[in-house]
């Protein structure tokens, strides 16, 4: 048996889509007709022409809110808008150059840096004699 590891590799996600007209997976074509039959009753209160602008726009928005992420596109454009607003909404803690916590951060970072500088100059000391 050949058990050969560079034989294949399987991704971690796989989602396959059922495109159901030209280019159109499934759930954004029945989204589209969901949002199609809710303008059409919200557009109402445009009346005439301002009815089918709203139902317009609301089409574009529900495609770029259903298009693929530019940073992730294994997930949907709002999942994104989802996740920052969640971001922003969330409490942060910031600390000034003079607080304890910064010091501390500061000195650790020092001691790690000469730690370093000192094993690469006695390795390269080493490896010369």
């Known amino acids: 048996m050949n ?13 396959a889509t059922t495109t159901v007209v030209k280019g159109l997976d499934a ?3 029945f989204g ?3 949002v199609l039959v809710i303008t059409n009753f919200v557009g109402e209160l445009f009346g005439g022409v ?14 770029i809110l259903t298009s693929k992420a530019p940073s992730n596109p294994t997930e ?3 999942v ?9 909404c969330r409490n942060k803690t910031y600390y000034g150059t ?6 501390e951060f500061e000195e650790i970072r020092e001691n790690a840096k000469n730690k370093k500088a000192k094993n690469g100059k006695s390795k390269r000391g080493k490896a010369k004699e």
């Open 3 to 15: 058990d050969d590891i560079g034989a294949g590799v399987v991704p971690k996600k796989t989602k």
């Open 27 to 29: 759930t954004r074509f």
């Open 32 to 34: 589209m007709i969901a």
């Open 50 to 63: 301002g009815k089918y602008l709203f139902m317009g726009f609301s089409v574009v928005v529900f495609f």
């Open 76 to 78: 949907p454009f709002y």
């Open 80 to 88: 994104g808008i989802v996740r920052f607003a969640m971001f922003m």
């Open 98 to 103: 003079h607080s304890k916590q910064y010091q």
